[in-house]
């Protein structure tokens, strides 16, 4: 009972994690069909921004808040200089502009960083506390609370307010956005800002835990993606549930099985989706045009 | 004419990369009018209206609305000067409730303006104020032209553009359709209107043109065309 709890945390905290990334994954797919895999960047950023700002003294929480908007400034800036020019390209073409930009922002990151590991203090402490005898780091808390708090903030956003019934529609149909008024160019750097943030957020909750260096967003934005195909490419509760039940399938894969498989079982899941369920489990957006 | 139309196109060509399905047309459009404009498949007619809302891009000539100079602006900025334009086959926004369409019809005009619109299109169209918890996507052909109709009134427009409406539906519902601009005109908005059924749209025009191959090859008061031998025999297959 005790090791099943320790895992099913485990796999749920780095689950949230994938779930963010997935998210933003998704959320930049419905605004543009476009498939970012500089998402991963936007993680990294989030930690290494806060762990240098949070050592050169900066309190905790404006170190976060800092990273937060770099990385959103970055998604913004990744949408004006390479995917609007891009306009017309085809999706294959766009997904190698992603794949550069990530290659870009992880090579600046090393310059400005540098190439160790770093860590974050945890937010309340490193004591466990005791669930069913597992051990729980109240960082884990920070993680589902932090993660629970973005999907639910977002879903009010896309739901409950015009502009974010103004990103769906863009996502619907950009033609029609444009014929009644919206700037869909806007509401396309909109999307990429915050995917950017919402990653951002991941990287800086889940750092105390992991670590965080340079390079940790290639394997985060695979397994963001693998999270999003498993969900349904698209879906946003998709992209949630694809992120935890990889994280469980990890957790428990590492600790029942071995930890070597631990990454493996990400290429499995995209390799099982693409053969078995191409629509993933909650299936594809309706990206529906009238 | 009054001597300033609300829309004046002046000599204007564009196109789709090196395909220009517009080749130099001069089109006014005076307030409180109807004008209709009409052609054969592939006339370009779709292209001159895409071109005056500003979803495509212009070649060269100019587009002035209220005497100002807009082909330069952006769609939105058009939208919020009154230019709306109800596409060709609908374009709803097909997840999204038949509500939520209305609501982002209204989306440069504000919660106060949104409210007051939306009673006046459920006015209209009493059947979208029925329906309007459910996907637009869903919607009968006839409910989805209201939908986009009351989608485009939403915001208000000065000029209404209209690209086939009638497209696709059984006659009593073009007949509802076509009353319904006549009843827009008489609460001030001015419209143009792209029909494939020439008759239906010149009988209710105040005067026309006929578009061929990018070209205006007639222009007239409605009747004058309706009762013009050349036109009748080329497109309104009398
Ligand atoms: N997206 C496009 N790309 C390339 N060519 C296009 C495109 N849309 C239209 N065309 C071409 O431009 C010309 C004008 O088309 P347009 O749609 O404006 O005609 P239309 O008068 O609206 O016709 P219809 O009555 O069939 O709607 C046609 O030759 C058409 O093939
Ligand atoms: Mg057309």
């Not at chain 1, 990103?167 to 009644?180: P, Q, S, W």
């Not at chain 1, 698209?234 to 894969?253: C, I, Q, S």
């Not at chain 1, 899941?269 to 629509?279: G, N, R, S």
Request: glycine share 12%; net charge neutral.
């Amino acid at each position: 009972m005790a090791e099943f709890v320790q895992l099913l945390f485990a796999g749920l905290t780095t689950g949230a994690v994938y779930a963010l990334v997935a998210l933003g994954f998704t959320l930049i797919f419905q605004a543009s069909e476009v498939v970012n895999f500089a998402q991963g960047e936007f993680v990294m950023l989030g930690g290494m921004v806060t762990v240098f700002a949070y050592n050169a003294g900066v309190p905790l929480p404006l170190a976060a808040l800092l990273a937060v908007v770099v990385a959103a400034a970055t998604g913004t800036l990744l949408h004006s200089l390479a995917i609007a020019p891009a306009k017309g390209a085809t999706v294959v073409t766009l997904i190698i502009v992603t794949i550069g930009a990530s290659i870009l922002i992880r090579g600046l990151a090393q310059i400005i960083f540098d190439k160790q590991f770093h860590a974050l203090p945890a937010f309340s402490g490193d004591e466990p506390l005791r669930v069913f005898g597992a051990a729980i780091l109240p960082q884990s808390l920070w993680v589902l609370g932090g993660s629970g708090t973005i999907v639910l903030g977002l879903w009010l956003f896309m739901e409950r307010t015009l502009l974010g019934k103004a990103v769906r529609a863009t996502a619907a149909n950009r033609l029609a956005a444009e014929l009644v008024g919206i700037d869909t160019r806007l509401v396309l750097t909109l999307a990429f800002a915050v995917s950017a943030a919402i990653g951002a957020v991941g990287g800086i909750l889940v750092t105390p835990i992991t670590l965080t260096s340079y390079a940790v967003g290639t394997l985060l934005a695979l397994k963001g993606f693998a999270a999003a195909m498993l969900g349904g490419i698209g879906n946003p509760v998709g992209a949630v549930v694809g992120g935890l039940v990889l994280g469980l399938l990890e957790a428990f894969a590492a600790g029942w099985i071995s930890s070597t498989y631990k990454d493996g079982v990400a290429f499995l899941v995209i390799l099982l989706v693409l053969f078995a369920l191409p629509q993933g489990l909650l299936g594809r957006a309706a990206v529906g045009r009238v | 004419m009054p001597p300033e139309p609300l829309l004046q196109v002046r000599n204007l060509r564009c196109g789709y990369g090196r395909i220009e399905a517009v080749k130099g047309v001069d089109l006014e459009v005076a307030a409180g009018e109807i004008v209709a404009l009409v052609g054969g498949n592939g006339a370009g007619k779709t292209t001159l209206l895409r071109a005056i809302s500003g979803v495509l891009p212009v070649g060269s000539g100019t587009i002035r609305f209220a005497g100002e100079p807009i082909e330069r602006r952006r769609p939105d900025e058009r939208v919020a000067l009154g230019i709306v334009q109800v596409p060709e086959g609908r374009q709803l926004f097909g997840p999204l409730s038949v509500l939520d369409n209305l609501r982002l019809g209204a989306f440069r005009r504000g919660r106060a303006r949104t409210r007051v619109n939306l009673e006046r299109v459920f006015a209209l169209f009493p059947q979208l104020a029925e329906r309007q918890d459910t996907p637009a996507g869903t919607l009968s052909g006839g409910q989805q032209q209201m939908c986009a109709i009351g989608r485009a009134l939403m915001a208000e427009p000065a000029l209404l553009l209209l690209d086939e409406p009638s497209m696709g539906l059984a006659p009593f519902l073009v007949e509802q359709i076509l009353e319904t601009v006549v009843r827009l005109r008489a609460e001030g908005v001015t419209v143009l209107l792209v029909e494939q059924n020439a008759v239906a749209a010149l009988s209710l025009a105040d005067r026309g043109y006929v578009l061929e191959t990018g070209r205006i090859a007639y222009a007239g008061t409605g009747r004058d065309l309706l009762g013009d031998p050349v036109v009748q025999e080329a497109y309104l297959g009398v």
